[in-house]
């Protein structure tokens, strides 16, 4: 019977050396009777239980540690070996390819300059490029903040030649996770009255980041950028946490820019996360806002916007087409005809989407958008996408590019190949009515990459392309 109890002790004594052992070397957080345990056993016992009994798990866990540090130096080495070119003041772009596309009623050509870019997915979610132009030059600009030229003229050559423009934004942009892998990064660039504008995400206060714009004169020679417009309101993921129970989504943070009328520019923030912040008239975020570029005073065009990608203003029409990321389907299509109205139009985010929540947003299961938007006091979508597409830029399509095309619009999306058949790495075209209330033409130009930016060439006739999964620089082309 004693024999029965010692073993008895024994046993249940090895089962808990076993467990405070394997919570030592897991670091797992233990209620105060366990710790109480833990700090009554000497260090040099917990020490030889690590080097004998646990040494397979804490062995384990170094490897862990070693594979995650081994996996950030391949990311960064992969990053630098790509960087090697830009060493140089003038990239030769000599590998080219060609391929022919037809969509329903048209011929197209696209010609592409493989670029020596990241991906967006070896980026780790930063934008590759953004592209801009003015008479006669079109400036590219890397999510990571680089900035190169080429003339319109050799846009029909063998060879594009990349000139690095020098820029003093390491002296403005302290953040080291901008010219790192990961999302921080430009969202796009503006050229206008001998100007280029980038708007960025920026680090307003530690850990707090929100949208802003920086801005310096066109000479190639150098960008000497100066703060364009920015302000104090911004988003953590202390707040998001507190309130929503989820994750700071940096990636939903606008950023697009159009010339406006009156000297002003159009700019769209995301709502990052913040879903009710997009129907807060004292917040920045999740709206279209006007900015004058003298007074820097802003205005309010619209509210209730989840990620605003695509941005396009008709002077002729004064009418604000954009493009809108919903969240799981539900990407749109949104068309103001009153761009000066009081109380300024609503999109509707986060109370109404034709998307559903995801997983990973608990407050939004809690409070499911509604289907509807006009019932709701919010302006409807002229269309939306279920699936979404994700969409991305809009841009205009003048005579000049083909004598049918009247209002047409080509929208670029990003997305899946797999998914192209649902109209992912696409560019949609689509026709507005003489009022821009309805569509009356819809097409679809199956590229197989994704278009992150598009500006249309007119010089060339050309459609100018960003694409991200190659990278490249493409020029679309319709033909006969």
Known sequence: MRKLKFFSFLFIVLIILFTLGAISVENKNTGPFISSIKSAIPLNIK????????SIPTLNKKVKRQELTIETLDARILELSKKVDHLLQEIQLTDIETKLIKSKSFNYKITSFKLPFLTRKEGDGKPTA?????????????????????????????????????????????????????????RDILLLDNKIYFSYIKEQQYGCYNTSIMVSNLDLSFFNFSEFFSYKDCVSQEIISKRYQSNLSIIHSGGRMHSFKDGKILFTTGYVGHYLAAQDKNSMFGKIISIDLNTKKYDFVALGSRNAQGLYYDFKNNVVVSTEHGPLGGDEINVNLNPDSDPVENYGWPISSYGKPQPTEPWLLKNPPLNSHDKHGFLEPIKYFVPSISISQIIKMPRTFNEEFINDFFIGTLGFKSQINEGDQSIHHIRFNDNFDKIIYEDVIKIGERIRDLIYIKEKKSVLMLLETVPAIAFLKITE
Do not use: C, P, R, W
């Open 130 to 186: 953004y592209l801009g132009q003015n008479k006669d030059t079109v400036i590219v600009a890397t999510g990571h903040g680089e900035f190169f030229s080429f003339k319109k003229n050799e846009i029909d050559s063998n060879i594009l030649s990349l000139k690095k423009v020098k820029t003093n934004i390491k002296k403005l942009i302290k953040n080291s996770k901008f010219y790192s892998l990961g999302k921080i990064g430009i």
């Open 47 to 54: 020490n030889t239980l690590k080097k004998t009994l646990f």
